[in-house]
Structures are given as structure tokens and as C-alpha cells.
């Protein structure tokens, strides 16, 4: 069965600096990759994702992510984070033929310095 | 174009009740997924529909939790008998494509057994 491993479970940086949230996924085959965010209250927003094709991919509020197949991960990114990026970041995995449901990581809460 | 409507955004029951949740998905969005994502945890898959007909159920609690979505549309979520561990939020999300279709989902809600 597949999985994903977010290993930091708390982030915290200072409003203006880069950031990079690590994300790993255990599967056979090639899994198409999603990055979510929720703020408290809220339900989950897609980021990005990742179905094929340049394995840098450029999604919403300036984050970015690199699929890097050789070591099964999916990190975001994003060069100056702001105060509102503070929120819980998940990454999934779900693949061809499973009707896109999604297997979820645990999460990383980023919390944000002035 | 209108999201995920999920009602009620919060519940709290003593255990052994019952409680049911309603989504309405994103019109024209075939496939339906309920996720229960505990405090501190990503979300978990519960069951997912392919309009009126069940993709897959296989980590949903048979013995309590039942879910229905009647003409392809709607669908309700249900707990009979509550216990303390089913408190968490109760996501509900669609997608235009079960095969490739980004999963929207809604605000959830947040059920607390005491």
C-alpha cells in the first residue's frame, strides 16, 4: 500500500525567507502528487499537482514543487514566505485506476515570524 | 462557481448517539469522497462514489458508519453508535473525473463525541 511521510510536523520561519516543506511517498508505480493547504476552520485548497510531464510544477501564491522519482519525493517550495502562509501543509499521492483517491501525509504546520 | 457545501460545520453528541452529515459536491462532479481527518493527522479516505454507486468502502467502519448518495448527487454520512474516537472532521470533496479530476473539497465538519 502506498504512503507519505512528512517529517517535519512543525515549521517555523521568518516572514521574507525561502521555505521547503519535505514530503516522500512509498509506491510502485508513478503516483500522481498533489500539495494542499489548510488554514484553521477551513477546508483543504489544492496547491499543486503533479500528473506528468516537467517535474517542476508551479502552483498557486507562488509555491512551487520538484518531483524528483530517484528519491521518491515531492518537496514544496516557495523563495519568501508571508505572515499568511501560515497554515497546515499536506501532501498526497493517488494513481491511475483508483478513481483519484488520495492517501494523505501527516501534515506540517508552518508558523510564520514577523 | 459555488464549492462543497458541507452542513452542519459543527456537531457535538454524547456517545453512543447518532449523527449524520450532508455534502452537496460541485454541480456536474461525479465522483464523491468522504474523508475523517483526526486532530493532528492528514485526512483519511472513508468511502468514495462513482455517481450513485460505491468505488470503494473498504476503510470505512461498516459496524457504525453508513453513506448513501441517493441520484448521484448529494449524499449523507452517518454514525449509529458514536463512540469518543469517531470525534474528528468529516470531509467531504469531489472531483469532475475520478481517473484524473482534481479533488475540491468542502469545509467539513468538526463532530465532537463526549
Known amino acids: 500500500a502506498q504512503s507519505v511521510t512528512q517529517p517535519d510536523i512543525h515549521i517555523t520561519v521568518s516572514e521574507g525567507a525561502s521555505l521547503e516543506l519535505r514530503c516522500n511517498y512509498s509506491y510502485g508505480a508513478t503516483p500522481y502528487l498533489f500539495w494542499y493547504v489548510q488554514s484553521p476552520g477551513q477546508g483543504l485548497q489544492l496547491l499543486l499537482k503533479?500528473?506528468?510531464?516537467?517535474?517542476l510544477v508551479q502552483g498557486i501564491k507562488g509555491f512551487e514543487a520538484e518531483f524528483k522519482r530517484s528519491q521518491s519525493s515531492f518537496n514544496l517550495r516557495k523563495p519568501s514566505v508571508h505572515w499568511s502562509d501560515a497554515a497546515e501543509y499536506f501532501c498526497?499521492?493517488?494513481?491511475?485506476?483508483?478513481?483519484?483517491?488520495?492517501?494523505f501525509g501527516g501534515g506540517t504546520r508552518l508558523m510564520v515570524k514577523p | 462557481e459555488a464549492g462543497v457545501a458541507q452542513s452542519p460545520r459543527y456537531k457535538i453528541i454524547e456517545k453512543r448517539q447518532s449523527v449524520a452529515f450532508w455534502c452537496n459536491p460541485i454541480s456536474g462532479h461525479a465522483t464523491l469522497y468522504w474523508y475523517q481527518q483526526i486532530l493532528g493527522q492528514g485526512p483519511k479516505l472513508l468511502i468514495q462514489?462513482?455517481?450513485?454507486?460505491?468505488?470503494?468502502d473498504s476503510q470505512l467502519p461498516k459496524d457504525r458508519f453508513s453513506a448513501e448518495r441517493l441520484k448521484g448527487v448529494d449524499s449523507t454520512l452517518k454514525i449509529q453508535p458514536a463512540k469518543l474516537e469517531d470525534s474528528a472532521v468529516y470531509l467531504c470533496?469531489?472531483?469532475?473525473?475520478?481517473?484524473?479530476?482534481?479533488?475540491?473539497f468542502g469545509q467539513g465538519t468538526r463532530l465532537t463525541v463526549v
Open positions: 498526497a499521492v493517488g494513481y491511475a485506476g483508483a478513481g483519484n483517491m488520495l492517501t
Open positions: 462514489f462513482q455517481n450513485n454507486g460505491v468505488v470503494d
Open positions: 503533479y500528473f506528468s510531464g516537467d517535474t
Open positions: 470533496a469531489s472531483s469532475l473525473d475520478g481517473g484524473y479530476g482534481v479533488a475540491f
